[in-house]
């Protein structure tokens, strides 16, 4: 496995519980391997013509980039954000074990 086919994905929502349901969602349809739910953070950002301040949870999958476009569909169904931050970052190295448990557990 070349090791830049796994991504790194992110997305944020305001409320724990709905970062938890991403989170094992996303694992459980197989189109992450794991996600991470990183603590509270502060988003400043502007919506609507205005400046907005929200309290959100981060959530960084693990997936391949041949199952991206599976997780941001189901991201795009599951999550109740008008316009969801969905953001993939290529992974550029990594250890060879864990990469290639990325691939095994998003296998179609």
């Known amino acids: 496995m070349a090791e830049t086919t796994v991504l790194t994905v992110l997305t944020t929502t305001d409320t724990e519980d709905k970062a938890d349901g991403l989170a094992r969602g996303a694992v459980r349809a197989r189109v992450a391997a794991c996600a991470q739910i990183g603590a509270p953070v502060t988003s400043v950002y502007r919506w609507d013509g205005g400046i907005e301040t929200a309290r ?43 990469l290639e448990w990325v691939e095994r557990e998003t296998a179609e």
């Open 56 to 98: 959100e949870w981060q959530v960084l999958f693990k997936t391949t980039a041949a199952r991206y476009a599976a997780l941001e569909a189901w991201l795009l169904a599951a999550h109740d954000y008008e316009t969801p931050e969905i953001i993939a970052t290529p992974v550029t190295r990594g250890s060879a074990a864990y």
